[in-house]
């Protein structure tokens, strides 16, 4: 079967990148000093359902044009069920319409997984630089607000807006 698209979305062609991507780690620390007694919280944190994980930092919602507000970061339902099946896949597509809290869904997935498992790579892609630069600095806000970001996780060795 050929899909045709339809009038409101319309089958697109692939465009060429000649651009370069940089593939680098984040930068959080694999730091050989951790203690005993980090490494036991740090394991305590791994055996947390990301949900729990999640209640346990805030996210920025606009409450303006120009200013946003740090709020509790509560899973939804649905979302929850992203969330397990980000956890059981490898390689996930996900085709969705806008607000669903998808892009918060993968930094904090993303975030979860630099922190608990320091070392891990990690690329955010988007459709343009800007963008991509967003999803960097959702993740940097995730890790400063995070209740166990100074009893736990890995530390952030670089916070700008394309790197971490």
């Known amino acids: 079967m050929t899909w045709t698209g339809s009038k409101n979305n319309p089958p697109r062609g692939l465009r060429s990148y000649t651009g370069s991507v940089s593939i680098r780690p984040f930068g959080f620390s694999k730091d050989s000093r951790t203690t005993a007694a980090t490494k036991a919280r740090r394991d305590a944190l791994r055996a947390l359902p990301i949900a729990d994980?999640?209640?346990?930092?805030?996210?920025?919602?606009?409450?303006?044009?120009?200013?946003?507000a740090l709020v509790p970061f509560v899973v939804w339902p649905a979302q929850g069920a992203v969330l397990t099946?980000?956890?059981?896949?490898?390689?996930?597509?996900?085709?969705?319409?806008?607000?669903?809290?998808?892009?918060?869904?993968?930094?904090?997935?993303?975030?979860?997984?630099?922190?608990?498992?320091?070392?891990?790579?990690?690329?955010?892609?988007?459709?343009?630089?800007?963008?991509?630069?967003?999803?960097?600095?959702?993740?940097?806000?995730?890790h400063r607000e995070h209740s166990d970001r100074d009893r736990g996780l890995a530390r952030?060795?670089?916070?700008?807006?394309?790197?971490?």
């Open 156 to 164: 952030l060795v670089a916070d700008n807006t394309a790197d971490l």
């Open 85 to 142: 099946t980000m956890e059981r896949e490898r390689l996930l597509v996900i085709l969705k319409a806008r607000q669903l809290g998808i892009s918060w869904l993968a930094c904090l997935y993303a975030h979860r997984l630099c922190t608990l498992w320091p070392g891990q790579p990690v690329l955010c892609l988007s459709r343009g630089q800007l963008e991509a630069n967003e999803l960097v600095h959702r993740i940097s806000v995730l």
């Open 53 to 68: 994980f999640a209640a346990r930092t805030k996210i920025e919602v606009p409450i303006g044009a120009l200013e946003t």
